[in-house]
């Protein structure tokens, strides 16, 4: 995807459900949080990847928020 360099993956439940391409950083970080707003649910991961350098940006689960039983 010529141009498009950071890409964004939402899997829910272990399982693939929404991929975005972006080619501007800010861009690609305002729709990781606003999938975090929309989408984050228990079971969500949301992260965003630099794929030109191959590092992870941001990642969001549900899990971190959690306290043990």
Do not use: C, K, N
Request: proline share 3%; aromatic share 8%.
């Amino acid at each position: 995807m010529g141009g498009q360099r950071y890409h964004l993956t939402l899997t829910l439940d272990g399982r693939s459900a929404m991929h975005g391409w972006w080619g501007r950083e800010a861009t690609a970080r305002h729709q990781f949080a606003s999938w975090i707003g929309e989408r984050g649910r228990p079971g969500a991961r949301i992260v965003l990847v630099d794929e030109q350098e191959h590092r992870v940006l941001a990642s969001w689960t549900d899990e971190a928020d959690r306290l043990p039983d």
